[in-house]
Nanobody
Framework: QVQLAESGGGLVQAGGSLRLSCAASGRTVSSYAVGWFRQAPGKDHEFVGT????????FYADSLEGRFTISRDDSKNTVYLQMNSLKPEDTAVYYC???????????????WGQGTQVTVSS
């Protein structure tokens, strides 16, 4: 079994940046795709992006591409989400999750972290 732990969230002003980490434990996640999702109050999980097991291909939500970047360091069993030019509408709880392949739908992700809060002020 694998556990995922997100960190790096916090309060940031609009236009600022944050780097979220998703640290896996229990087993290596190098063979998994890792996705990032976010959930704003009263809304369902929204796809942010995903990175393949090889780390060479990434996909992002259209509205986020160019601002958000996913990377991974398999030696640390960790995946990162770099968020730049943050906007108030980016405020949400951000989750990482693992899948057998890159997907935009949350139904394909088997394990989820507890999330980390990102709040972007105006």
């Amino acid at each position: 079994q694998v556990q995922l732990a997100e960190s790096g969230g916090g309060l940031v002003q609009a236009g600022g940046s944050l780097r979220l980490s998703c640290a896996a434990s229990g087993r290596t996640v190098s063979s998994y795709a890792v996705g990032w999702f976010r959930q704003a109050p009263g809304k369902d999980h929204e796809f942010v992006g995903t990175i393949t097991s090889g780390g060479r291909i990434t996909f992002y939500a259209d509205s986020l591409e160019g601002r958000f970047t996913i990377s991974r360091d398999d030696s640390k069993n960790t995946v990162y989400l770099q968020m730049n030019s943050l906007k108030p509408e980016d405020t949400a709880v951000y989750y990482c999750a693992i899948s057998r392949g890159p997907n935009r739908s949350k139904v394909f992700y088997e394990y989820w972290g507890q999330g980390t809060q990102v709040t972007v002020s105006s």
